[in-house]
C-alpha cells in the first residue's frame, strides 16, 4: 500500500487556524505509547516505525512496560516529552484531568501536538493540529447491532481500564444498541493490573457469567481480554448455554476464533494507522505547515467470519500489522 499517497489523500492543504509556533528546538517526533507487549500498542508501534523508516525522520517510541500505575506513569512521561522541546509530540488523551492540561501547555510552547487514538471530541480546543482515531461510541455500537442480530437480550460490556472515559462510551454505544433494540446491557470493569494475567481474567469472566445466567452476550474492548473471555465462554458453551462474543481490537488468537465462529465480530481501529499517521501529520506540519480540517477517523473497520480470513492472511503476511498475538 502506497501510505504517502493514502496520506495526502486525507489531508487538506489547509493551514493551521492557530498562530503557526516556531520550530522546536530537537528535531524528533516523540510519541507516546501503550506498552508494545499489548496487541494494540505492537501495532500502533508497527506503523510508528513504518512512517519514520518512509520519511527518513528522527522520532522516538515512549511507553510504559505495562498498565500498572498507568495514570501517573503516563502523566511523567508526557512531561518529560515537553521538557524536551520536540519537534512534536503525538499523545493520546486517555486520560484527560492529567493529560489535557499538558496538551494545552506544549501547544503553548510551540511544540506540534497531535492526538492518537482517544480525545477527538475537543482537540482543537486543547490547541492540537488533529485527532487521528476512532469514534468510540459508534465503535460500541456498531457491535452492538451485530449482538443484536445474533440475538443476545442480555449483554455485558468489559471495561478493562476505569479511567478512560473512551471505553465508556465504547461501552455506552454497545448499551444503547442492545437496549434500542428491547434488550438489556451494563458496563462492569476490570482492575487494570491485573490485565495480562490469564487466571484473574478468566475466573473474573466466569464469575460474572455465574452471577447472571440470563448473560448472552459479551463484548471486551482489548484483545487480551477477548482472548481470556473466550475461554471461560467456551466453558459456559459446553453446558449448553449460548453466549455471543465481540470485541474490539485485533489479533492472530481473535482472527482465526472468528474465522472458526468462535467469535461473532471485532471492530478494528486500524492501529497501525494511528501509528502511521501519528508521525506524518506532524512530519507534513512542520514542513509544509498542512494539517487536517476535521478528525482522521480510522475505525471501525468492521471484522466478521465473511472477511477473518483475509484480514488474518494480512497479519501472517505482515506480522502484527493489524493486531498482535
Not at 117 to 141: H, P, R, T, W
Not at 142 to 148: C, F, L, Q, T
Not at 274 to 288: A, C, F, K, R, S
Request: glycine share 10%.
Amino acid at each position: 500500500m502506497n501510505f504517502i499517497k493514502l496520506g495526502a489523500l486525507a489531508l487538506t492543504a489547509l493551514m493551521a487556524a492557530a498562530p503557526v509556533p516556531a520550530f522546536a528546538q530537537e528535531d524528533a517526533i516523540i510519541m507516546l505509547g501503550g506498552p508494545s507487549s499489548d496487541p494494540f500498542w505492537g501495532a500502533v508501534q508497527q506503523g510508528f516505525d513504518q512512517a519514520t523508516k518512509d520519511y527518513g525522520i528522527k522520532t522516538q517510541w515512549t511507553a510504559p512496560a505495562d498498565f500498572n500505575d498507568i495514570v501517573p506513569i503516563y502523566t511523567k512521561m508526557f512531561e518529560a516529552a515537553i521538557a524536551r522541546k520536540p519537534a512534536a509530540i503525538a499523545v493520546g488523551n486517555f486520560f484527560p484531568e492529567p493529560t489535557e492540561p499538558l496538551i494545552k501547555q506544549a501547544a503553548a510552547e510551540g511544540i506540534p501536538v497531535i492526538i492518537i487514538n482517544s480525545g477527538g471530541n475537543n482537540y482543537q480546543q486543547l490547541g492540537a493540529i488533529g485527532f487521528i482515531g476512532e469514534d468510540s461510541y459508534k465503535m460500541g455500537q456498531e457491535g452492538g447491532k451485530i449482538a443484536v442480530a445474533n440475538g443476545v437480550k442480555n449483554g455485558l460490556c468489559i471495561n478493562q481500564i476505569a479511567a478512560n472515559p473512551v471505553l465508556e462510551l465504547r461501552c455506552k454505544g454497545y448499551i444503547d444498541a442492545v437496549t434500542e433494540a428491547g434488550g438489556k446491557a451494563k458496563m462492569v470493569t476490570l482492575a487494570s493490573e491485573d490485565i495480562g494475567n490469564s487466571q484473574k481474567v478468566q475466573a473474573a469472566v466466569s464469575a460474572m457469567l455465574m452471577q447472571d445466567q440470563s448473560i448472552d452476550g459479551v463484548i471486551t474492548l482489548g484483545v487480551a481480554v477477548a482472548v481470556d473471555a473466550l475461554e471461560s465462554i467456551k466453558q459456559v458453551r459446553a453446558t449448553g448455554r449460548n453466549v455471543d462474543l465481540g470485541t474490539m481490537d485485533l489479533g492472530n488468537t481473535v482472527l482465526e476464533a472468528i474465522d472458526a465462529g468462535e467469535m461473532s465480530f471485532a471492530m478494528d481501529q486500524q492501529p497501525f494507522l494511528q501509528g502511521y499517521y501519528g508521525v506524518m501529520i506532524p512530519h507534513l506540519y512542520n514542513t509544509y505547515k498542512m494539517a487536517p480540517s476535521s478528525v482522521v477517523s480510522v475505525g471501525p473497520f468492521i471484522v466478521t467470519k465473511a472477511n477473518a480470513a483475509d484480514v488474518l492472511a494480512v497479519n501472517k503476511k505482515f506480522a502484527g500489522s493489524r493486531g498482535a498475538n
